[in-house]
């Protein structure tokens, strides 16, 4: 049986994918607001579902993860993003659905105690991306609408 967060990261991949399916490459370069676009919304989002395997393999040889994780978060972020809006809008797309696909698996294939490290230590994001990923795709669609 599917662990919630399992079903909810299932969820959050496809409702990426029916939303990617349906932008055409002219709004991908749109902005949804803090000098984001909807390409580099998407770009982000893999970055960081790429980020969490990076991590739960950083827990695995160490047994720790890694602290002070808000600080960490908005560093990555102010660094990462001129490159996220600079790659190519439809692969952001396509690797950010990707991406989900691959930490999903990846996340599904975890232990009982892994999943309890997780929780034990305040990582619930390192568990359910659909949190992290919903909150971006609500800014996607919004867009859309304001716009539309």
């Known amino acids: 049986m599917a662990r919630s967060y399992e079903t909810a990261n299932a969820a959050s991949r496809e409702r990426m994918q029916a939303i990617a399916e349906n932008l055409p490459d002219t709004t991908l370069v749109q902005p949804i ?4 676009s909807i390409a580099g919304a998407f770009a982000h989002v893999a970055f960081w579902d790429r980020a969490v395997i990076a991590r739960w393999d950083h827990w695995r040889q160490t047994g720790e ?9 908005e560093v990555v972020n102010a660094a990462a993003s001129a490159q996220w809006q600079a790659l190519p809008p439809r692969w952001s797309v396509l690797d950010a659905v990707s991406a989900a696909g691959i930490a999903n698996d990846f996340l599904a294939s975890l232990t009982e105690d892994e999943v309890t490290a ?3 230590a305040g990582f619930d994001t390192m568990l359910d991306r ?3 990923r919903n909150a971006h ?7 859309l609408v304001d716009v539309g």
């Open 33 to 36: 607001g803090n000098g984001w």
């Open 65 to 73: 993860f890694p602290q002070d994780q808000a600080t960490w978060l």
């Open 118 to 120: 997780a929780h034990r």
């Open 130 to 132: 659909s949190i992290h």
């Open 137 to 143: 795709m609500d800014d996607v669609e919004k867009s």
